[in-house]
């Protein structure tokens, strides 16, 4: 059976606000505006992903459910540890998860199931979930409220064999550098043997790339938008969305996509809650999200750089998307 769920809020309602509003202040107070990805996904821009995922623009998440169901089996065998933690992060509802947790229970393994966002109604609905698709497994979940940082401090070497989950393409919303200090935060919260099991989109055909992220339904957009929406919402900001363009780009150069709120005017937009107001010049715009796109050759140097050996990689039959299993160098 799976027990029950206890949610553990890693930060207060008032401290997240803090943060929220120290970090628009910051990102907007910039020479080139930007404002953190992470803030999409509140409860609406997390209902929101979950309409980008299902459609058929966003290859994604059906090409690494493809995966999951054609691999789990093999994870399962190279992972095999009794009892093993499997620590996600960045849940979102969970159904590639629960692919792997099957095959996982298949194997006879004892699990306890870590899922942590940024979301807490996410979460919830990610437990009634698994409650409807595996009545009978055999695991306990321990949701925890929170971001990656977060999550570290909670992740006890003692507590057995240790697996992070990082899926998606969610790796590639960090900066190269970015990338290599957070996989090596990851690697010092796990001893030698561990496991991490990374996604990573592949670089492919632009055209590809940018209907993904220009979907015809206009639900990316919306989902982009929301962060300003969100703005105005907790902080009674005075955006309106109809002075702003969505656009997303691929930057060839820098081998990723970018999405932008361009200002179509220019205009100063007052935000009373980190109390002051910010000027936009016609054609300037904000930078709110990045998805790098990565050569196998680049997943295999950063996997050395943050301290892990590729053990496995696991490619859709396209070959546009993969899960690399990695497992925590000694003497790191």
């Given at each position: 059976?799976?027990?029950?769920?206890?949610?553990t809020a890693q930060a207060a309602n008032g401290k997240a606000a803090d943060r929220f509003a120290r970090d628009v202040l910051t990102g907007l107070s910039r020479h080139l505006k930007t404002l953190p990805s992470m803030y999409f996904y509140d409860e609406y821009g997390s209902r929101l992903f979950q309409q980008i995922s299902e459609l058929d623009e966003y290859y994604l998440t059906r090409v690494e459910g493809e995966i999951l169901d054609g691999y789990g089996d093999e994870i399962a065998r190279l992972v095999r540890a009794r009892p093993l933690r499997l620590v996600e992060f960045g849940a979102g509802d969970g159904r590639k998860t629960g692919r792997l947790l099957r095959?996982?229970?298949?194997?006879?393994?004892?699990l306890e199931y870590v899922p942590i966002d940024i979301c807490e109604s996410v979460l919830v609905e990610l437990t009634g979930s698994l409650r409807r698709q595996m009545p009978d497994g055999d695991f306990r979940v321990r949701g925890i409220v929170g971001d990656y940082f977060d999550a570290f401090s909670l992740l006890d070497p003692a507590a057995g064999r240790t697996m992070?989950?990082?899926?998606g393409s969610n790796i590639g919303n960090f900066e190269p550098r970015g990338?290599?200090?957070?996989?090596?935060?990851?690697?010092?919260?796990?001893?030698p043997g561990d496991w991490l099991l990374i996604g990573f989109d592949l670089k492919k055909d632009p055209a590809v790339l940018s209907r993904a992220y220009n979907d015809a339904q206009g639900v990316t957009r919306e989902f982009n938008f929301n962060l300003l929406e969100r703005?105005?919402?907790e902080l009674g900001g005075d955006f309106n969305r109809r002075r702003f363009r969505h656009e997303a780009p691929y930057n060839i150069a820098l081998g990723r996509m970018e999405s932008w709120l361009v200002s179509l005017v220019a205009q100063r937009v007052c935000v009373p809650g980190v109390g002051r107001s910010f000027a936009f010049a016609r054609g300037e715009g904000i930078h709110v999200?990045?998805?790098?796109?990565y050569a196998p050759a680049q997943i295999a140097?950063?996997?050395a750089a943050a301290g892990f050996l590729v053990r496995a990689s696991f490619?859709?039959?396209?070959?546009?998307?993969?899960?690399?299993?990695?497992?925590a160098a000694p003497g790191t």
């Open positions: 059976m799976i027990a029950g769920y206890p949610t095959s996982l229970l298949e194997a006879d393994l004892e992070v989950l990082f899926l990338a290599v200090a957070f996989l090596r935060a990851v690697r010092r919260s796990l001893v703005i105005n919402r999200e990045c998805s790098y796109k140097r950063l996997a490619f859709d039959r396209r070959r546009w998307f993969v899960d690399s299993l990695w497992e």
